[in-house]
């Protein structure tokens, strides 16, 4: 249960890094992409997922 929130921990953090990306659409599906797919792995072990969401929200936020 400890390395689950350490996990998240550092995933909100790095998060918490890449919020500042984000001029263009492009630049905001990379950085939805690669912080859903360090959440996806941290929470589910699915990284893939995670970039494919975190992707589309990133286009269309």
């Given at each position: ?7 998240l ?32 792995q ?14 589309v ?5």
């Amino acid at each position: 249960m400890r390395g689950i929130a350490v996990g998240l921990l550092i995933a909100l953090g790095g998060l918490g890094m890449l919020s500042g990306c984000g001029d263009t659409r492009g630049e905001r599906v990379v950085t939805g992409a690669a912080g859903g797919a360090l959440a996806g792995q941290v929470i589910a072990g699915e990284p893939l997922a995670g970039a494919a969401v975190g992707g589309v929200v990133g286009a269309v936020r």
